[in-house]
Every structure is written in C-alpha cells, then in structure tokens.
C-alpha cells in the first residue's frame, strides 16, 4: 500500500508539473486520492451525518437519501486551496471534496441543472450544477487544516475558488458560500 500512494504520488507530482509548464492553472493541492469512485455504492454512515444528498440522485443508502459521515465524504478525495472568504475577511486554506466529484458518486441525474443548498438553521440557496462543474468549489471539511467546528459555521462550508478565477464575482457567489452546510438536493 506504501508502494502504491508512493507512486500516486510520484504520478500526481509529474502531473502538475507538465501543467504548470504547459501554463495551466492548478488551482489545487490533492491530499487524499480518491477510495470511493462515482458508480460504487455509498456505504451507510457508521458516524455521524454531516451530509445528506437527496433529489435527482441515483445512488441512495438511507431510505431516499444519500447520506455521508465524514470517513465517507472524505473517501471521496480531499483537495485544498487558500482562498480569501469573504465573511471571516481572512485568507485561509480550506480542504475537503470537489462538489463536482461529490455530484459525480451521488449520480446526480444528467437533465439535472440545479442544486439547492441547505445550512443546518434551514437557510438555503440555489446554485446551477453547470458552476460546480466550471470551477473548483469545496465542501469544505477543514479550514486551516483542522476539522471546522459547528460554532465556526462548521462542519462544512462550501467554498468558491476566488482568488483563482477572477470571472467568480462576489455580488453573485457570495450567498452560495454556505456555512453550517448540511443538506444538498439536486433538482
């Protein structure tokens, strides 16, 4: 197994230095490779909920639902970038899983076009699927490399790459950047 992330990562960094050459954008750092892969089933939560994924979805373990305890979202692949949030006025460096990825191992529906957000006080908001899939953006699990608190908006935050893609404008965006992020539902 050693052998093997050894060589992930070997990969991973030959990887990023052709696009860096090639003067791609790497936006991102990979922590973690991916051990849950989209098409595989979802095991059930052993922990505790962070996450529920319901709607146009084919992948489901908990009645209609799909349902992540942090082992699991996280098994998904974690990724880090910094970036400047735009409500604690501070750069920081948040980890977690690329939403795209995350609709990917939902099966989120191919008609599906948009997803509604939900924080754990029930405010929620509307993003289009087509902006996951644009750019970057985290279901942060961790800011600064520490797990996020429920009283620091925790346990997960979705995160816009900002600093890297000057096109995402805070008028628009900045309401998707929900703390407290518990529920997702792909309509």
């Known amino acids: 197994m050693k052998l093997f992330r050894l060589i992930c990562s070997i990969v991973l960094s030959i990887v990023v230095l052709i696009l860096a050459g090639c003067g791609a954008t790497v936006t991102y750092e990979t922590i973690s490779l991916a051990t849950l892969q989209p098409g595989g089933a979802v095991p059930p939560p052993t922990g505790e909920v962070v996450l529920t994924i319901e709607g146009k979805i084919s ?56 997803l509604t957000i939900w924080a754990l006080d029930n405010y929620s908001t509307d993003m289009k699927i087509s902006d996951a899939s644009k750019w970057p953006v985290l279901v942060a699990t961790r800011a600064d490399g520490a797990y996020i608190p429920i009283e620091k908006n925790g346990s997960l935050i979705s995160v816009f790459p900002f600093n890297d893609f000057p096109e995402i404008d805070h008028l628009t965006y900045d309401n998707q950047w929900i703390g407290a992020l518990a529920k997702i539902t792909v309509k």
């Not at 489901?60 to 910094?82: P, R």
């Open 59 to 114: 992948q489901k373990n908990a009645g209609k639902t799909l349902q992540f305890d942090m082992a699991t979202l996280e098994s998904i692949g974690v990724v880090q970038y910094y970036v400047d949030d735009p409500l604690v006025k501070k750069n920081i460096l948040y980890s977690g899983v690329i939403l795209s990825q995350l609709l990917k191992v939902a099966g989120a529906a191919p008609d599906a076009t948009a």
